[in-house]
């Protein structure tokens, strides 16, 4: 009876270590799941960036000043955002402001300076390039050639370190036919007619896109 109960004790105790054993393994496998769920739900900064071009996206062809405002941030010295519009109101108020643009100016004169920044050519931008590639690319490109327009356009998107860059610009279009016929006349797709490029420039802090400057050439 005795050595009865000894191995009933014995069998007792190494069914309880496989069973803790067992556990454990459970235990680890379930931690491990856990933290590589973790890393696939977590954002790469990369996908951060992207989405951060979609909502820019998103707000400039609302067309709604308000938001497009709240890209920029206010106030702001005119030589970082380089407005130049032929509007007396909005120049005047420039120089009583020392050469800085309010919120308030931006959306009472935002059909002009919309066209002095080119949010238009922004929003082209966007629909001539797919953002999503950037995930594996750090610069994107596409030139858009009509054989009837004197000059062709141009956008691109650069990533490099903490910099975003937008790019929209035209050059002259060599396969355009100038309708001019006289040879001291400037041709319509002349470098000096077509030639214009502007840069957005913003910055990434790892969680958001921050507005830097806007400059321009030609």
Not at 57 to 70: P, V
Not at 138 to 151: A, G, S, V
Not at 168 to 196: A, P, R
Not at 199 to 218: H, N, P, Q, R
Request: hydrophobic residues 35%; proline residues 0%; glycine residues 4%.
């Amino acid at each position: 009876m005795r050595e009865k109960l000894i191995l009933l004790t014995i069998i007792g105790l190494l069914f309880s270590c496989n069973q803790n054993e067992n556990k454990s393994v459970t235990d680890r496998e379930g931690v491990n799941s856990k933290q590589l769920n973790n890393k696939i739900v977590s954002k790469t900064e990369r996908q951060i960036i992207i989405e951060e071009l979609k909502l820019l996206q998103s707000t400039l062809a609302s067309n709604n000043k308000e938001k497009i405002a709240d890209i920029f941030r206010f106030q702001i010295n005119n030589e970082t955002i380089g407005i130049y519009v032929d509007n007396k109101d909005f120049n005047e108020q420039l120089d009583k402001n020392g050469d800085k643009v309010t919120k308030n100016m931006f959306i009472s004169f935002y059909n002009d300076i919309s066209e002095s920044i080119q949010t238009e050519q922004i929003n082209q931008l966007f629909k001539k390039l797919d953002i999503n590639k950037l995930l594996n690319k750090d610069n994107l490109e596409y030139t858009e050639r009509i054989k009837t327009e004197p000059c062709h356009h141009f956008y691109g998107v650069k990533i490099e370190n903490k910099l975003v860059t937008l790019t929209v610009g035209t050059n002259s279009n060599v396969d355009y036919k100038s309708k001019s016929t006289s040879e001291d006349e400037i041709q319509e797709n002349d470098s000096s007619m077509c030639e214009h490029v502007m840069w957005w420039v913003f910055t990434f802090d790892g969680k958001k896109l921050l507005f830097k400057e806007i400059t321009g050439a030609g």
